[in-house]
């Protein structure tokens, strides 16, 4: 009888030890579609480019004027899910996601230089800051 109730706890808290182990990815994963969903939005609202850009250098501009502020706060810590759309945006392959990162928190103060640094000017600062990182550069 003893064994039997042993068995029966044992296994009741190895299920609860297990349940509480597939919780841990939700974060992760609910970042992910976030960012996704916020890089899909912007790419279907700017179904036509700016003349004389490329779509994609059109759409990170869009995406961050209508993002300015939580970019800046993104960049001020290197790291979050709008600077991860934008890097998304800018053509950062996955694997130089880190870098570009750390590009942005440690040029943090050239890229936002004056207090009238609006979208544009950031991303004309991030682009040559980008050129002259190898592993940034297109």
Do not use: W
């Not at 974060?27 to 916020?38: G, L, N, V, W």
């Not at 790291?79 to 870098?99: C, F, Q, S, T, Y």
Request: with cysteine; hydrophobic share 40%.
């Amino acid at each position: 009888m003893h064994l039997l109730l042993f068995r029966l706890i044992s296994l009741a808290l190895l299920s609860a030890l297990l349940t509480g182990c597939g919780t841990t990815s939700a974060p992760t994963e609910s970042s992910t579609k976030t960012t996704d969903k916020t890089v899909n939005s912007t790419m279907d609202a700017s179904s036509s480019s700016t003349p004389g850009k490329n779509s994609s250098t059109a759409r990170a501009e869009q995406f961050s004027r209508e993002n300015f502020a939580r970019i800046k706060a993104d960049m001020a810590v290197g790291g979050g899910e709008h600077l991860a759309a934008l890097a998304v945006l800018l053509d950062v392959p996955p694997k130089n996601e880190e870098r570009f990162f750390a590009l942005t928190r440690t040029q943090y103060a050239a890229l936002y230089a004056t207090s009238d640094t609006d979208a544009g000017r950031m991303l004309t600062r991030l682009n040559h800051a980008m050129a002259a990182d190898p592993f940034l550069s297109h």
